[in-house]
């Protein structure tokens, strides 16, 4: 056990300028007796000490009623980084997540503790990613078109039924049409919209409605893309959408601010994974080259790269952020 006395707790006790406490090792059955302290003191002004402290990982601080003494027990040892980003009984809904991206963010949110909502247009694919989450965690798995208003309210209803609640939304859930601006049909528009910017809006209103009905807080991130700040050739459509997102993430951020509801966005750069209605695209030779040439990092990100930021902007570790954009992009943007 460690013990820190706060400056002039003891009479006498000279400190060096600027030494807030003083730093001592003592044996655990010695609890707070002064007079048996293991070593002499280690005297540290207070950044130091905290500083310390997470150095030890498995250690909190605990102050008496005095003021004057701050106890670092080890035998009774919580792991404060794992606390700050846990989201045990947190209940997260992922759109898209029977493949791709969505999966890993479904595993990936299973894994720090959240019960986890698998959906997707494709509900065996969704049926098969909760399946395997429930072998080490806990998820269930519905169908939903985001582009239908319906189907998103019997996905948040359904996330209820099964859990009691929602904490934290992922829209995930994407779709792309490559084609020059000259070419793009009304019809092909129509669906990347659809999918892309209104069912994020769709899905974000019911699950902030449900939020409110609970009085708790929540989280909601939605996963943007590059193309929604950088002209990214044949992406007209999507880059409109995505575009749309950021500023959808903005001003919901504002409107719901006050009910305790962040609403954050993640934007990645180009990513291991192919979009759906992007395979021919990507399949190009040339289109790797491009990617590596203009991103800093000089390759593709890997899925299991977008799963820190998500679980940063899901958990308490995020608890003053709301309104951002972050883009996850290899330096891509910053070029």
Request: aromatic share 8%.
């Amino acid at each position: 056990m460690f013990y820190a006395r706060r400056r002039q707790s003891l009479p006498g006790e000279a400190y060096p300028l600027g030494c807030s406490f003083a730093l001592c090792l003592i044996s655990v059955e010695n609890g707070f007796d002064f007079s048996r302290r293991n070593s002499p003191p280690y005297f540290v002004e207070e950044g130091e000490l905290r500083r310390f402290v997470k150095k030890l990982r498995r250690s909190e601080l605990y102050e008496d009623t005095t003021g004057n003494l701050i106890t670092v027990r080890e035998e009774e040892a919580v792991d404060m980084t794992t606390k700050l980003f846990a989201l045990t009984d947190k209940v997260a809904i992922v759109t898209g997540a029977g493949r791709g991206l969505g999966k890993i963010l479904a595993k990936g949110l299973a894994e720090f503790g959240a019960k986890v909502v698998v959906c997707d247009r494709i509900l065996d694919n969704a049926n098969q990613i909760a399946q395997e989450i429930n072998t080490t965690g806990i998820a269930a798995s519905t169908y939903v078109d985001i582009s239908l208003h319906s189907t998103c309210q019997d996905l948040i209803e359904f996330a209820v039924k099964e859990f009691g609640r929602v904490d934290v939304l992922v829209n995930n859930a994407g779709f792309d049409i490559i084609k020059l601006s000259e070419n793009l049909a009304e019809d092909e528009w129509d669906k990347i919209i659809d999918v892309n910017l209104k069912g994020c809006f769709n899905c974000s209103q019911l699950a902030a409605l449900q939020m409110m009905k609970q009085g708790t807080s929540g989280s909601i991130i939605n996963i943007s893309s590059i193309a929604s700040v950088v002209g990214i050739k044949g992406l007209v459509a999507y880059s409109a959408a995505k575009g749309g997102i950021n500023q959808l993430t903005r001003v919901m951020a504002v409107e719901w601010a006050e009910k305790n509801i962040r609403v954050n966005a993640i934007a990645p750069g180009f990513l291991e994974n192919i979009m759906q209605g992007a395979e021919a695209e990507h399949a190009q030779s040339d289109k790797q080259t491009q990617i590596a040439t203009f991103t800093p990092m000089a390759r593709r990100g890997r899925l299991e790269e977008i799963v820190g930021p998500v679980i940063f902007l899901a958990s308490d570790a995020s608890s003053y952020v709301t309104g951002t954009v972050l883009f996850v992009d290899g330096g891509y943007t910053a070029a």
